[in-house]
C-alpha cells in the first residue's frame, strides 16, 4: 500500500489549502482514513479521520470548524480542506490508513500504513 500526499505549501494566515493522499496498491473504500500533523520536536498528532464512506468524521478540536476532511473512493484519495489557517498549524501533515477500523482512530497506533507527508507552512 502506497500513500502520497501533496499540496503542502507556504501560506499567510487566514488563508486555505487543500491537501490530497493519493492510496494506490490494495482496496481502498472499505478503509477508514486518517490525517496527522507533527512538528519539530512534538509528537504526531491527530487531525481528523473518516470512515469508508464518509458517513462518519471525526476532528481535533483545534481544527473544528477550520478543517473539513473528505474523501473520493473512486479515486482513492481522501482530502484535507484547511480554511482559516493559524501559524500553529505548521507542521508536516500524513496521511494514514486504518485498515481495521471498527471506529475512527485518534491515535498514530490505529493506523497500518502512512505517507511521507507534505509540508505545510503558515505565516503571519
Known amino acids: 500500500v502506497q500513500l502520497v500526499e501533496s499540496g503542502g505549501r507556504l501560506v499567510q494566515a487566514g488563508g486555505s489549502l487543500r491537501l490530497s493522499c493519493e492510496v494506490s496498491g490494495h482496496t481502498f473504500s472499505t478503509w477508514a482514513m486518517g490525517w496527522f500533523r507533527q512538528s519539530p520536536r512534538q509528537e504526531r498528532r491527530f487531525v481528523a479521520a473518516i470512515s469508508w464512506y464518509g458517513s462518519s468524521t471525526e476532528y481535533a478540536d483545534s481544527v473544528k470548524g477550520r478543517f473539513t476532511i473528505s474523501r473520493d473512493n473512486a479515486k482513492n484519495a481522501v482530502f484535507l480542506q484547511m480554511d482559516s489557517l493559524k501559524p500553529e498549524d505548521s507542521a508536516v501533515y500524513y496521511c494514514?490508513?486504518?485498515?481495521?477500523?471498527?471506529?475512527?482512530?485518534?491515535?498514530?497506533?490505529?493506523?497500518?500504513?502512512w505517507g511521507q507527508g507534505t509540508q505545510v507552512t503558515v505565516s503571519l
Open positions: 494514514a490508513v486504518d485498515t481495521h477500523w471498527v471506529q475512527l482512530g485518534t491515535t498514530p497506533r490505529d493506523y497500518d500504513y
